[in-house]
T-cell receptor, first 110, second 114 residues
Framework: GDSVTQMEGPVTLSEEAFLTINCTYTATGYPSLFWYVQYPGEGLQLLLKATKADDKGSNKGFEATYRKETTSFHLEKGSVQVSDSAVYFCALPGTYKYIFGTGTRLKVLA | ETGVTQTPRHLVMGMTNKKSLKCEQHLGHNAMYWYKQSAKKPLELMFVYNFKEQTENNSVPSRFSPECPNSSHLFLHLHTLQPEDSALYLC?????????????FGEGSRLTVL
């Protein structure tokens, strides 16, 4: 069946460091792919998405490229800020449900 | 109000109590979802309603009872819960559950079962 595998956390970085959070998926066909973010005390919110192979989603300095050949959708940011501290979820949508990764907690230190 | 609103934000209940969680969306969506978020576990989909019809029930114990009176409101009725049911319960909505686009989440109801 469809699945999402996301790197384990927590990830601790200093401000302005480079961030990569790995996500790979298994799916039939070529679904859209999403990254959601959950800030402390809040629900999840969409960070970015890509709807087809080779698409790059971007938002708030974060980027992720839909790589069909490696079935990956890794999240990257060139220079993280303290305000980026949150939990990040890779997600694979389907009919009546989403498949979420386990979430990766990011902590950015000033 | 806009978006997805959940009440109460925090709830403490004993194992013999009966309580309800409420979710309301002001986005004109037709699909609503309940998710359970426990520490160190993946998000668990509990129930899905699409156009007020329940389409998913992921083997959720009967002590959790959902209700969707219309496309804007979703309830989760709780009774005789167990301490392991303590978690953050997230409500979400989307335009149509058959073609899942973006999910919009509420801030969650933090439930503690004593």
């Amino acid at each position: 069946g469809d699945s999402v595998t996301q790197m384990e956390g927590p990830v601790t970085l200093s401000e302005e460091a480079f961030l990569t959070i790995n996500c790979t998926y298994t799916a039939t066909g070529y679904p859209s792919l999403f990254w959601y973010v959950q800030y402390p005390g809040e629900g999840l919110q969409l960070l970015l998405k890509a709807t087809k192979a080779d698409d790059k989603g971007s938002n708030k300095g974060f980027e992720a490229t839909y790589r069909k050949e490696t079935t990956s959708f890794h999240l990257e940011k060139g220079s993280v800020q303290v305000s980026d501290s949150a939990v990040y979820f890779c997600a694979l949508p389907g009919t009546y449900k989403y498949i979420f990764g386990t979430g990766t907690r990011l902590k950015v230190l000033a | 109000e806009t978006g997805v609103t959940q009440t109460p934000r925090h709830l403490v209940m004993g194992m013999t109590n009966k309580k309800s969680l409420k979710c309301e969306q002001h986005l004109g969506h037709n699909a609503m979802y309940w998710y359970k978020q426990s520490a160190k576990k993946p998000l668990e989909l509990m129930f899905v309603y699409n156009f007020k019809e329940q389409t998913e029930n992921n083997s959720v114990p009967s002590r959790f009872s959902p209700e969707c009176p219309n496309s804007s409101h979703l309830f989760l009725h709780l009774h005789t819960l167990q301490p392991e049911d303590s978690a953050l319960y997230l409500c979400a909505s989307s335009q149509d559950g058959r073609d899942t686009g973006e999910l919009f989440f509420g801030e969650g109801s933090r439930l503690t079962v004593l």
